[in-house]
C-alpha cells in the first residue's frame, strides 16, 4: 500500500495528514527520510515518523448493539459500564464511530481505520443516521414541520431529515447532523420526552436482528457498503440545495 496509506492504518493519522509529514521529511524508511508519496513499504521496511517506529494495523470493523446504560467510551469517570466490558480485550484499541449517549441503544460501528471514522464523522458528508423512538404520549403529526424546519440547539440549527410515525407512540427519524442529545433535546423542544431511543442505520450498514449487547465483525460486502456511503456523500456539493415546495410538502403528508 502507498505510504499516507500505510501511515493512516498505523493509526498516525488521516491520509492528509500522513501527507504532510511526508512532505516535510518526518518520515523515514530504514533509516533513509522519504519524500516519495508513491512509495510501498513492505512488511519487511522499518518506517519511523519523528523516530518512532509505527506499524500498520490490519484494518478490523466490528458492529454492536449497545444497550442502554452503558457509555460510549473506554473508561468513565463517574464509574459507569462501557461498552468495551461488553467487548473481549483485544478490541480495547478500537474507537467508536459516532456515540450514542448513556440511555441510547442500538447500533455502533467500532474500528480502528482513523481516516473511515473520520470520513464518517465529518459533517460535510452528512451520512444518515435512522432512528427509532418512543414518545411519552401519542404524537401530533402537525409538529413534524417544526422537526423537520429545524429547532436552535447551541446556536445551531437542528433538524431531522425525514421522520414517520410508525404506531402513535413510535416513529422513525433520519438525522444527517450529531449534534449532543440531538433527537431527545428537539422533540423535548415541542413537548415531548423520549422514553426510549435506538439506532437502526448509519449509512447503508442496518442493525439487523444482532441481539443487545452482542457484537460482530463485518463483513467484507458491509464495509464496501460503508465505503460507498461515504464517496455517495463525498460526491454531494458541501451545501444541500434546498429541497422542492412539493418535496417538503411530501415529507409532511408522509408522517
Wanted: charged share 30%; net charge positive; hydrophobic share 40%.
Amino acid at each position: 500500500m502507498r505510504l499516507n496509506r500505510f501511515l493512516a492504518a498505523a493509526g498516525v493519522g488521516s491520509r492528509r495528514y500522513c501527507d504532510q509529514l511526508i512532505a516535510a521529511g518526518r518520515v523515514r524508511i530504514n533509516g533513509r527520510p522519504c519524500t516519495d508519496f508513491s512509495a510501498q513499504p513492505s512488511t519487511r521496511d522499518h518506517v519511523k515518523v519523528d523516530g518512532k517506529l509505527v506499524h500498520a494495523n490490519q484494518p478490523l470493523h466490528i458492529v454492536m448493539n449497545k444497550p442502554a446504560g452503558f457509555v460510549s467510551t473506554r473508561s468513565d469517570p463517574h464509574a459507569r459500564d462501557t461498552i468495551f466490558d461488553l467487548l473481549p480485550s483485544k478490541f480495547r484499541r478500537l474507537f467508536s464511530i459516532g456515540r450514542l449517549d448513556a440511555q441510547s441503544e442500538g447500533l455502533l460501528i467500532l474500528t480502528n481505520d482513523g481516516e473511515l471514522a473520520q470520513r464518517l464523522m465529518h459533517p460535510r458528508y452528512k451520512i444518515e443516521k435512522e432512528y427509532e423512538l418512543f414518545l411519552d404520549r401519542p404524537w401530533d403529526p402537525t409538529l413534524a414541520p417544526r422537526l423537520l424546519r429545524g429547532v436552535f440547539l447551541d446556536s445551531q440549527r437542528a433538524k431531522i431529515v425525514r421522520l414517520h410515525s410508525v404506531t402513535p407512540t413510535r416513529l422513525r427519524v433520519v438525522l444527517r447532523q450529531g449534534i449532543n442529545r440531538q433527537i431527545r433535546r428537539m422533540f423535548h423542544e415541542i413537548g415531548y420526552e423520549v422514553k426510549r431511543l435506538v439506532r437502526v442505520r448509519i449509512g447503508n450498514l442496518h442493525l439487523g436482528d444482532l441481539p443487545t449487547g452482542h457484537w460482530r465483525a463485518l463483513t467484507k460486502r458491509e464495509i464496501k457498503s460503508v465505503d460507498a456511503a461515504v464517496s455517495a456523500a463525498n460526491r454531494e456539493p458541501l451545501r444541500a440545495a434546498r429541497p422542492p415546495l412539493q418535496r417538503q410538502r411530501n415529507e409532511i403528508r408522509r408522517v
